[in-house]
């Protein structure tokens, strides 16, 4: 007969807490922080460790001592709280409320809560006891030591195999990769991170991981692991399931298994306790055993609303629920926040809510830009106004803004949240409401990190001690720094212009630091010089990257700097929408040969690619592979072609009309000003991106007035326009110089672009910089003629010397990728495999003659097999030698 002896909180009552992880930790602080009175609580943790935050282990991967502790360990040494460190529960006696442990140790309880967790599953497969896990902090160490000691004896980097294409798996395969190893990962499923994304941003993802050099293989089966001589030599994996299974093997080393987990439920089965269907302790919405109200369970051992939940948010949420019922409460739980953000340097998927509208009349507002190479979806109500949910990869800026207001009204039309097609200057800057949550993982508010504000913490660093926001997964850490901005605009108070928390520098004062050290070239050394903290964040990585591409004219994906780049920079191409990569090389002015042209019809006839001519004169040739790059750009290479760096925060092009040689208005040869003015910007990195625009007349064909740089002919020279700006918030150029000769146009536009890039924010055109410089100066054209003419700063000399340095030092990337077979290995589709193979899982409709991807619509109905389906071919189909 269970004992149902209920005691009062405070009176004394054993609160037992079966488990050492995030859960139990939390659980264990919101309970001392309401009083534990005289009441005591006792951790059973079967691991060396004081609790630590697994959300955070694949740092292990980068330095096997980093310190994970959670919390203040001061905590452990409170009155009433008692960690048991190298301590397994083996019994659980509901009758006697005892728990006795594998040494025989006996605990009893009044209270006991089951924080056991899950262990990683190991697939039955013959071979799989030479796999390793990835769940504790030990795993990795194992891990780290192993592909070490595979390093020495092979002589070569250890080729690893992770089974598993879900957050884990990815994180594992990164650290693999870090360790020196050569990854590649399985998955059953057609795309990477199957349960998180839907199609479109599944195969987004895909390209980008195989960007990265880690190998991709979906809709595989592995079967064997297999050894000699009790080393892993190779594993056998299948196409499918069945016998008929095409199997073939692939070299392997080491092997990870991270396709998924199972609850640690042992405890209770063995207690004749209730589980859930894939396992957990069945709990109702307060957390307690359907069966025992002495007998609680938190995290991934519960299985409450239907199913067990893996993410750090709901662990939180179910251990605070308990301690507050233990005190008295009545807390249920009734949803939890699902959202993710993958951590992996350099590749950005974040996504939440309804991800593949099954909401009944759920309405998806999609950008695909072929231009930039990112994926973005926001899922509405059927009238567009409520938020459901959202999937963003390539570019996850939208998710911070966007997922605080999942469930609410927009305050703008779906689409002005889409980066992809808000040229370039982000989302709206709205005031999220105080009761939207800010932190997902710690369920803080923006209304608790307002007031902490207004409380005079007012730096990231004493929001996250004071409100413990942004202290687990740190994604929310860009949201608390634009609310901090925020606050304290409001107040009336001067906002910090630190970067980050790990940078007390603005941007400008980061680059002018980078620039006058000038031995600088990786993020870790800028980090250790300027910065604080062992790691950077998603603010600061990227900005770092864009100032060592300025201020370093070596290769900008040496020495490290390629991790810190999106997918584009990475891979020197946009990503598509379907995974594939576009190609659009210099074409200088617009002009172009007949002879150059050829080449360009027949490489895209070569490879299938669609063309097009884009809104910048130049050609785009779309639906190339990553490992076809290298080869389609020799070809454009052998030809007198560069890299368009259309990829890039770079100068993309100066587009113009046909001028005085051919066209009876002109009054300037505006073909030959615009071919030397990209000639002489090409491959300078900034900011954000940067366009140039050159008319013949003052009929402003090349519409010069909306660019970032524009020159327009008169009868005695150039009229020089400053900070136009196209896209979503269109800013008219200002009128800088008049009649100007070619030599004084491009030392103000010389002096210009350096100051720019040496004093803007991050990821600012220069538009909103003169809005900036507006505001500072009162007129950013009068502070621009007082720096750029009549050298007020004293800087004109660096600036024109910065800009030289640059022309002196220009080389096309694609042509330094060709020249050096290691900078080649980033292309492969398969780092185990040079030779490339046929792909047949991209599906194409033809229209107007060309290809171009399916949509999900599409690939519905002809799986349907609808009559008015399209006819879809595959990317292993597409004609070759010949239009399509």
């Known amino acids: 007969m269970v004992n149902t002896q209920v005691k009062e909180p405070h009176s004394g009552r054993k609160i037992l807490v079966v488990g050492g992880g995030p859960a139990a930790w939390r659980f264990v602080r919101t309970i001392n922080e309401q009083g534990l009175g005289q009441d005591t609580v006792t951790v059973l943790m079967d691991e060396p460790y004081v609790p630590y935050d697994r959300v955070a282990l694949e740092q292990i991967f980068n330095d096997v001592d980093k310190n994970l502790t959670l919390g203040d360990t001061e905590l452990w040494n409170t009155p009433g709280i008692e960690l048991k460190l190298n301590t397994r529960a083996s019994t659980l006696d509901r009758e006697a409320h005892t728990v006795t442990t594998t040494t025989g140790e006996i605990f009893e309880y009044d209270e006991l809560i089951m924080a056991t967790g899950s262990r990683a599953v190991k697939i039955p497969i013959p071979g799989s006891e030479a796999a390793h896990v990835f769940r504790t902090i030990d795993d990795v160490r194992t891990v780290v030591s192993e592909v070490a000691r595979l390093t020495e004896k092979l002589g070569r ?85 069945g016998d008929e299974a095409d199997v073939r093997v692939i070299d392997a080393d080491i092997v990870m298994f991270a396709a998924g987990i199972r609850p640690n439920d042992e405890l209770v089965r063995e207690a004749e306790m209730s589980v859930g269907e894939r396992g957990g302790l069945l709990v109702t919405p307060d957390c307690r055993s359907e069966e025992d109200e ?20 709901p662990a939180n949420q179910m251990a605070e629920v308990v301690a507050k019922n233990l005190m008295g409460g009545n807390a249920t739980v009734s949803e939890f926040d699902v959202a993710t953000k993958l951590k992996f340097d350099g590749v950005q998927v974040a996504g939440f809510g309804d991800r593949r509208a099954t909401t009944p009349g759920a309405l998806e507002v999609l950008f695909a830009d072929p231009a930039r190479g990112m994926y973005q979806k926001i899922v509405t109500s059927s009238d567009a106004k409520t938020l459901l949910g959202g999937v963003f990869v390539g570019d996850t800026d ?58 005079g913490h007012q730096d990231v660093g004493s929001i996250k001690s004071s409100t413990s926001a942004g202290t687990q997964c740190g994604s929310c850490v860009p949201m608390i720094q634009k609310t901090i901005n925020q606050q304290m605009k409001k107040m009336g108070l001067t906002v910090s212009n630190a970067l980050c928390e790990h940078f007390g520098f603005s941007r400008a004062e980061l680059f002018e630091a ?26 600061c990585k990227p900005t770092v990257a864009s100032v060592l591409a300025s201020t370093r004219k070596s290769y900008t994906l040496d020495g490290g700097r390629g991790t810190l780049q999106d997918t584009n920079d990475r891979n020197l191409a946009n990503m598509q929408k379907d995974g594939t990569y576009g190609v659009i090389p210099r074409i200088p002015g617009g002009e172009i040969t007949p002879a150059k042209l050829a080449v360009i019809a027949q490489v895209a006839g070569d490879f299938g690619l669609y063309t097009k001519i884009n809104g910048a004169q130049r050609i785009g040739m779309y639906g190339a592979r990553l490992e076809q790059l290298p080869e389609i750009w020799k070809r454009l290479v052998d030809a007198g072609f560069e890299s368009g760096q259309a990829y890039g925060k770079s100068l993309r092009n100066v587009k113009s009309c046909i001028g005085s040689a051919w066209c009876r208005f002109g009054v300037q040869d505006s073909v030959q000003m615009a071919i030397d003015t990209e000639n002489r910007y090409k491959g300078l990195r900034s900011p954000h991106k940067f366009k140039m625009g050159v008319s013949g007349c003052n009929r402003e064909c090349a519409e010069a007035q909306g660019k970032d740089v524009g020159l327009i002919a008169t009868t005695n020279g150039w009229n020089l326009y400053l900070a136009g700006n196209g896209g979503a918030n269109p800013a008219h150029g200002r009128l800088f110089a008049k009649d100007l000769d070619q030599e004084t146009a491009y030392k103000y536009i010389d002096r210009y672009l350096m100051y720019y890039i040496r004093t803007a924010d991050k990821l600012q055109r220069t538009a909103r910089w003169a809005e900036d410089l507006d505001e500072k100066f009162g007129d950013a054209m009068e502070h621009l003629r007082a720096v750029i003419i009549d050298d007020s700063l004293g800087i004109c000399a660096d600036l024109d010397a910065d800009m030289q340095y640059h022309i002196d030092h220009y080389e096309d990337e694609w042509v330094a990728t060709l020249n050096d077979p290691e900078r080649m290995r980033r292309f492969r589709s398969f780092v185990n495999q040079p030779e490339v193979a046929d792909d047949a899982s991209r599906l194409y409709v033809l229209e107007r003659d060309q290809i171009r991807p399916a949509t999900a619509e599409e690939l519905a109905a002809a799986e349907a097999e609808e009559e008015n389906a399209p006819v879809l071919i595959t990317g292993a189909k597409i004609p070759v030698g010949a239009p399509v």
Not at 163 to 176: H, I
Not at 411 to 418: K, M, N, T, Y
Not at 517 to 538: H, I, P, T, W
């Open 398 to 455: 939208p998710f911070d803004s966007l997922k605080p207001l999942l469930g609410r009204e927009l305050p703008a039309e779906p689409a002005a949240f889409l980066t992809a097609a808000g040229g370039g200057d982000g989302v709206p800057d709205t005031e999220l409401p105080d009761d939207a949550i800010l932190c997902s993982c710690n369920n803080i508010d923006f209304g608790t990190v307002r007031q902490a504000i207004i409380d």
């Open 514 to 539: 980078v620039r006058i050290v000038g031995d600088l070239d990786d993020f870790y050394s800028v980090l250790e010089r300027f910065g604080q903290g062992e790691d950077g964040c998603a603010i």
């Open 294 to 313: 002495h007998i609680w369970a938190i995290g991934e051992v519960a299985c409450i609303l239907g199913r067990t939940w893996g993410l750090v948010a």
């Open 157 to 241: 980097a250890p080729k690893g195999i992770v089974v598993g294409g879900g957050l884990l798996g990815l994180e594992a395969a990164e650290g693999l990769k870090h360790l020196g190893a050569e990854p590649t990962i399985l998955d059953v499923a057609p795309w990477l991170l199957s349960l998180e994304m839907d199609q479109g941003g599944g195969h987004a993802v895909n390209a980008q991981i195989e960007a990265t050099g880690i190998g991709v293989e979906t809709g595989a089966f592995i079967s064997t692991i297999n050894r000699t001589g009790g080393e892993v030599t190779s594993v056998s994996v299948a196409n499918g399931m």
